[in-house]
């Protein structure tokens, strides 16, 4: 809450002044004469009433600013923070002599002399307004002190309405709350030392608007600390307490004021041997010259990390873990001084964003384009990049959002994204889990199907007719070749094999649940290719990371630990992991799932570290939304890039048909349309985060009872012939690949020979053809030169 103003008027000021002069005299026989036998029964009373005064002031924490850590290698760096008063309490040692001799000279240079009320200055102070000098204040350091304290507890009140009539009590010019405050203050002297008490003003004070406390004024106002202050900004800082409105150093018209305080000041502590004649002149001929520097407040500070900082934010608000309800949470958050250190990778994260900023425009001309990635550790679910193609701002328009495309509702406001083929995995695990194949044979063709089973009864639902994305991918396939080409037909057809609703299941184990959408399997058979429901990417990035962990999922969290602000540790969850696939299941998917990037729908993902890679490619109806997500053995990055909804004047656009304005993809396929958005961002990312968290180069073999076998289905498919490399010579490169990689084996391109074949067309490979040779094993394409050696 702003810091409210001291103004008052002259005539106020009067008065109060006269009331304090009037009970002057029971001050003086409490405070500096307790031991003298007064006589005369008004005095008498008057000491007896006072007495009676509570004197026992409860001095609750002082608010503090929460902040917000990302790491930086081995560094913690601020990234925001979030505060009702902007406050860092410091102790006696981190606040240097010079403020507290100003603060002394400034507000009661008599500090040190008197027992909590100075019944001498307010005579002094009464004398001098009633001849009308300045109007000078009475209180001592210890009752201001009374007074924060007081104004403290009511902005923490729950209302507006509460706050505004507690704060009326506190500031009341009274008599009756004068005396409560002056025995109150004499009770702090008397639990207290001097150095505690003028310590905890300092920390306690308003300098104007939100900025509370010696310490967050010196960085305010001068981007230095408490400790290191000169004596001119020491005394210019304490300046501001006598009126924070009309004293504080951001508004230009508030500087000559704040000079003429100041000096009075210097002069104050010059007159009472706190500072030498040349201290005095030198620092009154330094112009108050501040040097604002605001703190990185809320999330829109935050820059690259908005949105992952959001996340945290809406976190915290949604955990009882951090407060019994929402406001409750919400409080702590702007008041506990707590210290959240998160997982975020920040120099990862700047590379996120210069990923997607340069493959993924803020805005298109007529729709709505929309672009969002996240990197997850395998293992520990910790969330290593959050990013979007928009900047963070709760104005939303435009190139800005506050809505967090790679989240859910819940920690996002996002209404997800339909995840195409990314969401066949699903299928193929519980095909590996049921006890069939990677080599088996599956129908592959487009049609119209109702022939499944949901939860051990027949499908309820209309026919689902489904095509496939080309007209060459019909036909019979392997459950290796499907998964590499993404074909809807080869999951469509194994689903029908499976239960619907233990593959919704399988996907809700792995942390892929609804966001919006049709979810129920018993009616809506289009989830098996991603196609009824809504996900997050983050849920997404989390799965295939748990794939990738031995089918052991781990939750995505975004916070490692919260310190209190008197250093001891707030309990706060952590990842959840669970089993879900056996590790046998979960290897035979990612041996399935290399063939992606080995001659598959992501050939030209492999980044140039030589790192084992495996995942999926997703591509929605229309290509309104299109996915690439893929993990190493040590972090999975999904990548979404598409429509973001409709607005007022636009249609979904079909990424198939349309570039991206003023981006060069990172390859041309195609066209070099906006379809491929998606694997340049996924490309750079997962390079960065290779580089610095690194991975296998290599992966356990799958067991053989999840390779071999052909069990053809009893349509009449044929079976086909495992272990056998096949005959691949006078091809192109690209069809020995879709060659080997359909007889269920790995590829690479060799050295270049030369032959008399034409130039590209392969000569050779090895294993050479004919070879007996398990699926699984890397075959060696060499192709001509076209010149014969």
């Known amino acids: ?156 009140l729950s209302t507006q309405a509460k ?40 920390n306690i004070a308003g300098f104007g608007g939100r900025i509370y406390g010696i310490e967050s004024a010196a960085q305010y106002y001068y981007g230095t600390t408490a400790a290191d202050l000169t004596i001119a900004q020491a005394a210019s800082l304490v300046a501001i307490v006598n009126n924070p409105s009309y004293l504080r150093l951001d508004v230009k018209d508030n500087l000559a004021r704040n000079t003429e305080r100041r000096n009075y000041i210097l002069g104050v502590e010059l007159k009472n041997g706190l500072i030498t004649q040349a201290q005095h002149d030198e620092a009154v001929a330094t112009p108050v010259t501040p040097k604002i520097t605001p703190t990185r407040t809320g999330c829109e500070a935050a820059g690259d990390a908005g949105f992952f900082c959001d996340y945290v934010y809406r976190t915290i608000l949604s955990d009882p873990a951090f407060g019994k309800d929402e406001a409750a949470r919400q409080a702590n958050l702007e008041r ?101 194949t990677l080599n088996e044979v599956v129908d592959s063709n487009p049609g119209t199907v109702s022939d499944f089973t949901a939860c051990g009864k027949p499908y309820a639902g209309q026919p689902y007719t489904y095509g496939n994305d080309t007209a060459d991918e019909g036909g019979y396939q392997t459950v290796l070749t499907g ?67 031995e089918g052991k999922y781990c939750s995505p969290v975004a916070i490692e630990k919260v310190v209190r602000s008197d250093g001891s540790e707030l309990p706060v969850p952590g990842t959840s992991c669970k089993q879900v696939v056996d590790p046998g299941v979960a290897n035979a998917a990612v041996y399935a799932l290399r063939g992606v990037f080995t001659g598959g729908t992501a050939s030209g993902d492999n980044t140039p570290d030589g790192l084992y890679e495996f995942g ?28 973001n909804g409709t607005k007022a004047g636009s249609t979904l656009q079909n990424l198939r048909q349309t570039t991206f304005p003023g ?5 041309t396929s195609g066209n070099g349309t906006a379809a491929v958005a998606r694997h340049c961002v996924w490309k750079a990312i997962q390079t960065a985060v290779n580089k610095d968290y690194g991975g296998a180069t290599t ?52 050295t270049p020979v030369p032959s008399d074949l034409p130039a590209g067309q392969v000569v050779s490979t090895t294993p050479q053809a004919g070879a007996a040779a398990p699926p699984g094993t890397q075959v060696t394409i060499a192709t001509s030169t076209g010149a014969a050696g």
């Open 336 to 436: 506990s001084g707590w210290k959240i250190y998160t997982t975020l990778d920040l120099a990862a994260e700047k590379k996120a964003k210069k990923a997607m900023s340069t493959s993924v425009p803020r805005t298109a001309a007529g729709y709505n384009v929309g672009g969002a990635a996240v990197s997850v550790e395998v293992g520990t679910g910790r969330i290593l990049t959050m990013v979007t193609n928009k900047d963070f701002s709760y104005t939303r328009g435009g190139t800005s959002s506050s809505i967090n495309y790679t989240a859910d509702y819940a920690l996002g406001h996002s209404n997800g994204w339909q995840p195409g083929s990314t969401f066949k995995v699903f299928t193929l695990l519980d095909w590996l889990k049921s006890g069939r």
């Open 1 to 156: 809450m702003p810091s409210r103003s001291r103004s008052r008027s002259a005539a106020s000021a009067f008065f109060g002044m006269l009331a304090i002069a009037v009970i002057a005299g029971v001050m003086i026989a409490v405070a500096v004469t307790p031991a003298i036998a007064l006589t005369g029964t008004t005095t008498k009373n008057g000491i007896g009433l006072f007495e009676q005064l509570p004197s026992d002031l409860a001095i609750a924490p002082l608010d503090q600013k929460t902040e917000i850590y990302a790491k930086d290698g081995d560094k913690d760096v601020l990234i925001a923070s979030f505060f009702a008063q902007n406050r860092d309490v410091v102790t006696w040692d981190q606040i240097s002599q010079v403020a507290k001799n100003a603060a002394i000279a400034g507000e009661d240079v008599r500090f040190y002399d008197h027992g909590g009320i100075d019944p001498l200055g307010i005579l002094r102070a009464t004398v001098a307004n009633l001849a009308g000098s300045d109007l000078q204040g009475a209180s001592t350091i210890t009752q201001q002190y009374v007074k924060n304290v007081c104004v403290q507890e009511a902005e923490n």
């Open 663 to 667: 981006v060069t993809p990172c390859y």
């Open 699 to 750: 992966w356990q073999a799958p067991d053989p009872q999840y390779l071999y076998g052909s069990a053809a289905p009893s349509t009449g498919a044929p079976t086909t012939q495992a272990g056998t490399v096949p005959a691949t010579t006078r091809m192109s490169a690209a069809d020995a690949e879709a060659a080997l990689v359909a007889a269920g084996y790995t590829w690479a391109l060799g």
């Open 483 to 549: 998964t590499a080409r993404s074909i809807n037909g080869t999951f469509v057809h194994m689903a029908q094999q499976l239960d619907l609703c233990e593959i919704k299941k399988l996907a809700d184990d792995f942390g892929v649940t609804p966001i919006r959408g049709n979810s129920d399997p018993t009616q809506y058979a289009s989830f098996i290719i991603g196609g009824s429901y809504t996900v997050s990417p983050v849920s997404i990035a989390a799965a295939y990371a748990g794939i990738a962990n």
């Open 163 to 202: 706050v505004d009539a507690a704060y009326a009590v506190c500031t009341d010019a009274s008599v009756g709350r004068k005396l409560k405050e002056a025995r109150y203050a004499i009770a702090l002297e008397k639990k207290y030392s001097k150095d505690q008490i003028l310590l905890g003003y300092l």
């Open 616 to 643: 999926k490619t997703g591509t929605t109806d229309e290509a309104y939304d299109t996915w690439m997500t893929g993990s190493t053995s040590k972090v999975a990055t999904s990548v979404w890039v598409g429509n």
